[in-house]
């Protein structure tokens, strides 16, 4: 069987990447073991004082962008549907004017633990996205880090390292040897057979699917994933919380209604604590 590799060229703070996630559970569910993600750190913000994307109306320097870009997310959502919190959102600032700092922070937590790496790049997008955190700031990312069970003063010490400043450039390169233009931006690979595949943007698992299809020769298909209260805990056992959306993508529901329904039950059984965000919600297990 084939082993299917998807480099993801990101950003921690990217609208469109947030939105991915629920494409990757799918992928995680309906290719059990067989889907490896990597993640390369693409800096999508230097600077915001000169940072412009006409396309979605950002260009208003540290003063206006965060309205901007509060505008351009609730646009996203609708395509997308993750959750975020636009109240209170200030994520730049003449003090805090760049991302680099929070693709920094994903390569020390590398540096230190690679197991918890992940789920570190995820806490940066719950925080940023979703509880309006200024992540840019080196205090706000250091306590993320503890919270994934990064240890403090080693974690501290990378990330303030030129190990994992020098680990970021390394990653810009990458990016630039791909051809990345746009995040995300997706290489897929299949056990090193055929040329690999580079998706642009925004791709839904239907994309995604196409492409494992023609890269293996049709010899990797999906398998059926059927919501259960034990498929969504080995899924939470991966993951500490869902928003519903992944939720919804990652197992076969008939509708969304069927999905809420699904959820509902065991919120209300208390076998998984739900978390309000906006419009939608993110479960966890209970207690």
């Known amino acids: 069987m084939k082993h299917i590799t998807i480099t993801n060229f990101t950003d921690p703070v990217c609208i469109w990447c947030w939105g991915t996630e629920p494409i990757f559970r799918a992928l995680e569910t309906h290719y059990p073991d067989l889907v490896e993600f990597r993640y390369v750190m693409g800096g999508l913000v230097d600077d915001i004082n000169n940072f412009a994307d006409p396309g979605n109306g950002i260009d208003a320097g540290a003063e206006g962008a965060n309205e901007q870009i509060v505008e351009h997310w609730i646009e996203a959502v609708e395509v997308h549907g993750m959750p975020v919190k636009p109240e209170g959102f200030h994520l730049f600032s003449n003090e805090f004017p760049s991302t680099y700092p929070q693709n920094i922070a994903y390569k020390a937590a590398q540096i230190v633990d690679p197991g918890k790496a992940d789920a570190y790049l995820r806490r940066i997008r719950e925080a940023t996205l979703t509880e309006a955190k200024v992540t840019g700031d080196v205090d706000v990312l250091i306590e993320l880090a503890c919270e994934v069970g990064l240890e403090r003063a080693v974690f501290s010490k990378a990330l303030k390292s030129k190990k994992a400043e020098q680990a970021f450039h390394a990653d810009l390169r990458l990016n630039h040897e791909a051809g990345v233009e746009v995040f995300p931006s997706f290489l897929v690979e299949a056990d090193g057979e055929g040329e ?84 939608s919600y993110f479960v966890r297990m209970g207690l």
């Open 196 to 279: 690999p595949v580079l998706l642009r943007g925004f791709i839904t698992y239907e994309e995604f699917k196409d492409v494992i299809r023609s890269l293996t020769q049709g010899t990797l298909l999906p398998t059926a994933a059927s919501p259960s209260m034990e498929a969504i805990h080995a899924l939470l056992a991966k993951h500490q919380k869902l928003a519903f959306e992944e939720v919804y993508k990652a197992f076969d529901f008939a509708s969304r209604e069927q999905a809420h329904h699904f959820l509902e039950d065991l919120i209300g059984k208390q076998i998984l604590i739900k978390e309000e965000v906006g419009p």
